[in-house]
């Protein structure tokens, strides 16, 4: 009954965030806008993370390297055999769909540590791997992509709900990002709400017990695998196409540090946790460099190496804060919150009819 009620109230705030969103590019500049693309491109990442982790509990560090095939599919599909941009982002999804499936079934007979170790390895070989064939993917010096112009009708919608003169690239692009995002939002949702989502987490809470209930341990790993490898393949083809240039040190083996952290302070097993984790992890290093460079106190020399280390060090940082007070990452922290509050008020009105609260060991 009180998860009945409180519907209406998580469909208010889901459409208010919404709202938020398709509006952003109409009171912000272009090149802000770009920068909310790529918030909502680690959006989309994490929560093909947060499936696999969160869900699952099957951890990876080589979803850098993940998306990095997404982009490279894109990329050389567009520059070399001049096909739509638009033609290549559900391409780059699947095929690295297809090459995480065929990564889950190793995977399969690797316990927490050296599923983690293997997947670390992957990300870490992945940028020597793509110098290889130079003149495919263009070595050391990349590929480069025109940025993308906007279909009439969607510049002619812009021009005549803002008044702006033309709908710029930038805006484009998060646009097309943003439908992304909600499409696929709205597909994990439906897949943790039913049965494959209530596999996924009886296979995290006890493989032992999940299959004497009968659930297929190893084809619902593998599948979460592959979901978790189709999301980061759909961000890597929006990174590539946002940033305009694909090159090995473009996808660092820090990324999938850096995307995992953002899962862990987002919240683990939960829909709007990627969306936060995004934010995070695009401006919190950001955000962390301007601040230290606008402060006098700290000596220069503090300064510049913090600066050098300064995504390294917030997400450290960060992340032992909400270890230690919200082990549940930010959306755990705010449905504790939003509880508390609620039975303060619920005390309180009990109080106030001079009712007594129900005795939990009687009820």
Same mark, same amino acid.
């Given at each position: 009954?009180?998860?009945?009620r409180?519907?209406?109230?998580?469909?208010?705030?889901?459409?208010?965030?919404?709202?938020?969103?398709?509006?952003?590019p109409t009171?912000?500049?272009?090149?802000?806008?770009?920068?909310?693309?790529?918030?909502l491109?680690?959006a989309?990442?994490?929560?093909?993370?947060n499936?696999?982790v969160?869900?699952?509990?099957?951890?990876?560090?080589?979803?850098?390297?993940?998306?990095?095939?997404?982009?490279?599919?894109?990329?050389?599909?567009v520059?070399?055999?001049?096909?739509?941009?638009?033609?290549?982002?559900p391409?780059?999804g699947?095929?690295?769909?297809?090459?995480?499936?065929?990564?889950g079934i190793?995977?399969?007979?690797?316990?927490?540590?050296y599923?983690?170790?293997?997947?670390?390895?992957?990300?870490?070989?992945?940028?020597?791997?793509?110098?290889?064939? @130079?003149?495919f993917? &263009?070595?050391?010096? #990349?590929i480069?992509?025109?940025?993308?112009? +906007?279909?009439? !009708?969607?510049?002619? =919608?812009?021009?005549q709900?803002?008044?702006?003169?033309?709908?710029?690239s930038d805006q484009?692009?998060?646009?097309?990002?943003l439908a992304?995002?909600?499409?696929?939002?709205w597909?994990a949702?439906?897949?943790?709400?039913?049965?494959?989502g209530?596999?996924?987490r009886?296979?995290r809470?006890?493989?032992?017990a999940?299959?004497?209930?009968?659930v297929?341990?190893?084809?619902?790993?593998?599948l979460?695998f592959a979901v978790?490898?189709?999301? @980061?393949?759909?961000? &890597?083809s929006?990174? #590539?196409?946002?940033?305009?240039?694909v090159? +090995?040190d473009? !996808?660092p083996?820090s =990324?999938?540090?850096?995307?995992?952290?953002?899962?862990v302070i987002?919240?683990?097993?939960?829909?709007?946790?990627?969306?936060?984790?995004?934010?995070v992890?695009?401006?919190?290093?950001?955000?962390?460099?301007?601040?230290?460079?606008g402060?006098?106190?700290?000596?220069?020399?503090?300064a510049?190496?913090?600066?050098?280390?300064g995504?390294?060090?917030s997400?450290g940082?960060?992340l032992?804060v909400?270890?230690?007070?919200?082990?549940r990452?930010?959306?755990?922290?705010?449905?504790?919150l939003?509880?508390a509050?609620q039975?303060?008020?619920?005390?309180?009105?009990?109080?106030s009819t001079?009712?007594?609260?129900?005795?939990a060991?009687?009820?």
């Amino acid at each position: 009954m009180r998860s009945r009620r409180r519907t209406p109230t998580i469909y208010a705030l889901v459409l208010v965030v919404v709202i938020f969103f398709i509006g952003l590019p109409t009171v912000v500049t272009s090149f802000q806008s770009a920068e909310w693309t790529q918030v909502l491109i680690f959006a989309i990442v994490i929560m093909g993370l947060n499936i696999l982790v969160g869900y699952s509990g099957q951890i990876s560090l080589g979803h850098g390297a993940l998306m990095a095939l997404g982009a490279y599919t894109t990329a050389i599909l567009v520059h070399r055999y001049h096909l739509d941009y638009l033609a290549t982002i559900p391409i780059a999804g699947l095929l690295t769909g297809i090459v995480g499936f065929f990564l889950g079934i190793p995977a399969l007979r690797l316990s927490a540590l050296y599923l983690a170790l293997a997947t670390f390895a992957l990300a870490v070989v992945t940028p020597s791997l793509i110098k290889r064939p @130079a003149e495919f993917t &263009g070595g050391v010096q #990349g590929i480069e992509l025109l940025p993308p112009q +906007p279909p009439n !009708f969607a510049s002619g =919608l812009f021009t005549q709900v803002t008044g702006a003169p033309s709908m710029s690239s930038d805006q484009w692009l998060y646009y097309l990002t943003l439908a992304l995002a909600l499409v696929l939002f709205w597909l994990a949702w439906n897949l943790v709400r039913h049965r494959p989502g209530r596999a996924l987490r009886a296979i995290r809470d006890g493989e032992v017990a999940a299959a004497a209930f009968g659930v297929n341990i190893a084809g619902y790993k593998t599948l979460a695998f592959a979901v978790s490898a189709f999301y @980061a393949g759909i961000a &890597g083809s929006l990174y #590539g196409l946002t940033i305009g240039f694909v090159s +090995p040190d473009t !996808f660092p083996v820090s =990324l999938s540090f850096e995307v995992l952290v953002g899962a862990v302070i987002g919240g683990l097993a939960s829909i709007p946790g990627p969306l936060l984790g995004g934010i995070v992890t695009f401006w919190l290093p950001i955000i962390s460099n301007q601040f230290v460079a606008g402060q006098d106190w700290i000596p220069s020399q503090v300064a510049s190496v913090f600066i050098k280390a300064g995504p390294a060090v917030s997400y450290g940082a960060l992340l032992i804060v909400l270890m230690i007070f919200a082990p549940r990452g930010l959306v755990g922290l705010a449905v504790t919150l939003y509880g508390a509050v609620q039975a303060r008020i619920r005390g309180a009105g009990e109080r106030s009819t001079g009712q007594m609260p129900p005795d939990a060991q009687t009820v």
